[in-house]
Structure formats: structure tokens, C-alpha cells
């Protein structure tokens, strides 16, 4: 029963964490993995698993399970403030995935921390200018507008971009 998964848990961790200490990281990712295998659900060894993955630079791997980790918090009113500190983590480590960025600005609006998300917002909105996406800058200036009515920068922005919208037209 429970006390047996209980067991098998330790010795696992055990395992693995004897395994880190003597140097060999790759080894002790495979026995995480085991455990993850047995127990999904483990979010402190999912974050461990993330965080030595990162190390070993199998960055991929390593944003799978941050993306897990952030997708369990978010089942849970209260587990944004968790998801934010996962998403920011993830940011680090790719500074140019749009959909994160996307992602933790809309946690930031959410749990108010509006002076959070504005920047990001922004950052965002001149992101997809250069790839030439204006709908979602567009989409993106939008929102910060309705929180900052009065953002000079970014009335600016749309008056350009609908003006450029305006030529296209004609």
C-alpha cells in the first residue's frame, strides 16, 4: 500500500541524491525520472529534476517539466503566485519564448501586479512588431491601454500602427 510507495520513494531519492553528491547528475536525472514515472503528481521532484536538467544544459527537458510544474499550480486559485516564480524561472532560461512571456505577463495582470506586466507587455508588443504581427501588438498595446489609459507611449504606438494599417488599405 501506501507505506510501500512511501519506501520506495526514499530509497529512490536516496539513491539519487548519492548519486548527485559523487558527481554523476545524469544518473541521478534517470532515478528522478523513475519517480516521476511512479509518482506524476511529485511536484518537489519534478522542480529538483527541472533544476538539474537546466545544469546539465538539456534546457528542453528541463522546460518540459517547468511547463508541468506551472500547468499543476495553475489548477489552483492560489497556486498562481507559484506559477509566476515557474514561469520566470522558464524566462531565464529562454529569454525569447514569446509564449511564456505571454504567459506570465497575463499571471502578472492577474494576481494585479500590473507594474510586472506592463514591461513585459511592452517587450512582447515590440516583439511581434519586428516579426511583423501587428493584430497581436495590436491585441497586446490594447491591454496595456486598459490599464494605462493615459500611456503616451503606446497611444503613440497605435496611431502609428493603425496609420501603417490605413496605407495598407488603400
Not at 12 to 24: D, T, V
Request: without cysteine; glycine residues 4%; proline residues 3%.
Amino acid at each position: 500500500g501506501m507505506t510501500m510507495a512511501k519506501d520506495q520513494r526514499l530509497q529512490i531519492l536516496s539513491r539519487a541524491n548519492r548519486l548527485f553528491r559523487k558527481g554523476h547528475p545524469d544518473s541521478a536525472v534517470l532515478e528522478y525520472q523513475k519517480l516521476l514515472d511512479i509518482f506524476p503528481d511529485d511536484l518537489e521532484v519534478r522542480r529538483i529534476t527541472g533544476d538539474l536538467l537546466l545544469n546539465l544544459d538539456r534546457l528542453e527537458e528541463a522546460m518540459e517539466h517547468f511547463r508541468r510544474l506551472a500547468d499543476y499550480y495553475l489548477e489552483d486559485e492560489h497556486g498562481k503566485p507559484r506559477a509566476i516564480a515557474v514561469y520566470k524561472r522558464m524566462i531565464m532560461v529562454r529569454k525569447d519564448n514569446l509564449a511564456i512571456m505571454s504567459k506570465l505577463a497575463d499571471l502578472y495582470m492577474d494576481v494585479k501586479l500590473i507594474a510586472e506586466a506592463i514591461p513585459l507587455y511592452r517587450q512582447l508588443a515590440e516583439s511581434y512588431k519586428e516579426k511583423n504581427e501587428t493584430d497581436k501588438s495590436l491585441e497586446i498595446y490594447k491591454k496595456i491601454l486598459a490599464h494605462s489609459p493615459e500611456d503616451v507611449l503606446v497611444l503613440g504606438e497605435l496611431g502609428r500602427i493603425y496609420l501603417d494599417l490605413e496605407e495598407y488599405d488603400k
